[in-house]
């Protein structure tokens, strides 16, 4: 199979769909691969690295797509790239349909196979190429909102853990999956006063057990939610429903009883945000103020730490890339069920219930793409 990668365009976005490393097992498994130039710059990776691979430096990104028969890449296709897409071609990325109109049209439109990595599962009920993402987002979160809280950047001016004499902020972390499990982990290192709220008793009881007394827990009730928020100096949005839009779980009402110079860092913005006021940021404008209170919402966080991110994100997504490129997509999706809840898109249906709902589309289960 002929498989592509091209530079990121989004917004401050570093990260690269394909390593060198991951360039090199492709090409070792007798697949050709493309990588536009200076897609790898961001993790600092040379056109020489990726040519040492085995791979091929291609000059445009619609070179890569003309050529390539599945296109890698980490972040959703902006309008320029969903152009470039064709009938059967298959595009492997992030996706976050529900959201966004326009990109599933597109999509739909193009007739591409789209294989999101945020929608395929374990065996565990787990999301294993969105969980690298989620504990580089939850970590990323705490500096974020950190950095945000400082009175020169809009906020209260309160240090996250405190000093002596001195109580720390409080931090409360609405969802405890793996945004708020990683985002918790580094608010209790730097000594904050950290509450978790998530409506499932196991992960409660999980969290309690980890944490013991360095973490409170809450039952996330809209009452809970609301007297939270109020007394909060820093709150992080980590809920996340696989595939659909996120729940305004924190409503514009709740801003007026927070304390002026407050923190939201909406982690769930891919997803549409969990906070009613949340719109999207990026890293170069990454925070705006409504109602005197501050909100960081980027929907890249992870492109910033670049480097990190990539290599950690191909870890898990280049065997099923291999997968793909070995057996042809359908073989691959009719052989992993796993693989198989990726497909959002194929022949220009929607089969991603979760975003057939949310946008008014009829839902076409993924198994009739394998017939």
Same mark, same amino acid.
């Given at each position: 199979?002929?498989?592509?990668?091209?530079?990121?365009?989004?917004?401050?976005?570093?990260?690269?769909?394909?390593?060198?490393?991951?360039?090199?097992?492709?090409?070792? !498994?007798?697949?050709?691969?493309?990588?536009?130039?200076?897609?790898? $710059?961001?993790?600092?990776?040379?056109?020489?690295?990726?040519?040492?691979?085995?791979? +091929?430096?291609?000059?445009?990104?619609?070179?890569?797509?003309?050529?390539? +028969?599945?296109?890698?890449?980490?972040?959703?296709?902006?309008?320029?790239?969903?152009?470039?897409?064709?009938?059967?071609?298959?595009?492997?990325?992030?996706?976050?349909?529900?959201?966004?109109?326009?990109? @599933?049209?597109?999509?739909?439109?193009?007739?591409?196979?789209?294989?999101?990595?945020?929608?395929?599962?374990?065996?565990?009920?787990? %999301?294993?190429?969105?969980?690298?993402?989620?504990?580089?987002?939850?970590?990323?979160?705490?500096?974020?909102?950190?950095?945000?809280?400082?009175?020169?950047?809009?906020?209260?001016?309160? %240090?996250?853990?405190?000093?002596?004499?001195?109580?720390?902020?409080?931090?409360?972390?609405?969802?405890? =999956?793996?945004?708020?499990?990683?985002?918790?982990?580094?608010?209790?290192?730097? =000594?904050?006063?950290?509450?978790?709220?998530?409506?499932?008793?196991?992960? $409660?009881?999980?969290?309690?057990?980890?944490?013991?007394?360095?973490?409170?827990?809450?039952?996330?009730?809209?009452?809970?939610?609301?007297?939270?928020?109020?007394?909060?100096?820093?709150?992080? =949005?980590?809920?996340?429903?696989?595939?659909?839009?996120?729940?305004? $779980?924190? @409503?514009?009402?709740?801003?007026?009883?927070?304390?002026?110079?407050?923190?939201?860092?909406?982690?769930?913005?891919?997803?549409?945000?969990?906070?009613?006021?949340?719109?999207?940021?990026?890293?170069?404008?990454?925070?705006?103020?409504?109602?005197?209170?501050? !909100?960081?919402?980027?929907?890249?966080?992870?492109?910033?730490?670049?480097? @990190?991110? @990539?290599?950690?994100?191909?870890?898990?997504?280049?065997?099923?890339?291999?997968?793909?490129?070995?057996?042809?997509?359908?073989?691959? $999706?009719?052989?992993?069920?796993?693989? %198989?809840?990726?497909?959002?898109?194929?022949?220009?249906?929607?089969?991603?219930?979760?975003?057939?709902?949310?946008? =008014?589309?009829?839902?076409?289960?993924?198994?009739?793409?394998?017939?």
């Amino acid at each position: 199979m002929i498989v592509g990668t091209v530079r990121e365009i989004k917004n401050h976005e570093y990260r690269v769909g394909l390593t060198p490393e991951s360039a090199a097992e492709l090409v070792a !498994h007798g697949h050709r691969v493309l990588v536009e130039t200076g897609a790898g $710059l961001g993790i600092g990776a040379s056109d020489a690295a990726y040519a040492a691979a085995g791979a +091929e430096i291609i000059a445009t990104a619609a070179q890569v797509f003309a050529k390539a +028969e599945m296109i890698v890449k980490v972040k959703e296709p902006q309008a320029v790239e969903r152009g470039m897409l064709r009938p059967d071609q298959i595009l492997y990325t992030y996706l976050h349909l529900a959201p966004d109109p326009e990109q @599933t049209a597109d999509l739909v439109a193009s007739g591409a196979v789209c294989i999101a990595y945020e929608t395929v599962t374990d065996a565990h009920g787990g %999301l294993p190429l969105l969980k690298p993402m989620s504990q580089v987002a939850g970590r990323m979160a705490i500096q974020a909102g950190a950095t945000a809280l400082e009175k020169a950047h809009g906020g209260r001016g309160v %240090l996250l853990g405190g000093v002596p004499g001195v109580l720390p902020a409080k931090v409360v972390i609405i969802g405890g =999956g793996v945004v708020g499990f990683n985002a918790a982990q580094m608010a209790v290192g730097m =000594g904050a006063d950290v509450t978790i709220l998530d409506r499932s008793p196991d992960v $409660l009881e999980r969290l309690a057990n980890h944490f013991e007394a360095r973490a409170k827990t809450l039952y996330s009730s809209r009452a809970h939610i609301a007297a939270s928020v109020a007394a909060a100096d820093l709150v992080i =949005g980590a809920v996340l429903i696989p595939g659909a839009a996120a729940p305004k $779980l924190v @409503t514009q009402a709740m801003l007026s009883t927070m304390q002026p110079g407050a923190v939201l860092v909406d982690v769930a913005i891919d997803q549409g945000g969990c906070f009613e006021t949340s719109h999207a940021t990026t890293h170069t404008d990454p925070t705006y103020i409504e109602q005197g209170i501050v !909100h960081y919402c980027v929907a890249n966080m992870p492109g910033a730490v670049a480097r @990190t991110s @990539t290599y950690a994100l191909n870890n898990a997504t280049l065997p099923h890339a291999l997968a793909i490129a070995n057996l042809g997509w359908q073989a691959a $999706l009719r052989r992993d069920p796993h693989l %198989l809840a990726g497909l959002n898109v194929w022949a220009g249906k929607v089969t991603c219930a979760p975003v057939a709902t949310a946008l =008014g589309y009829a839902v076409v289960a993924p198994e009739a793409a394998l017939a």
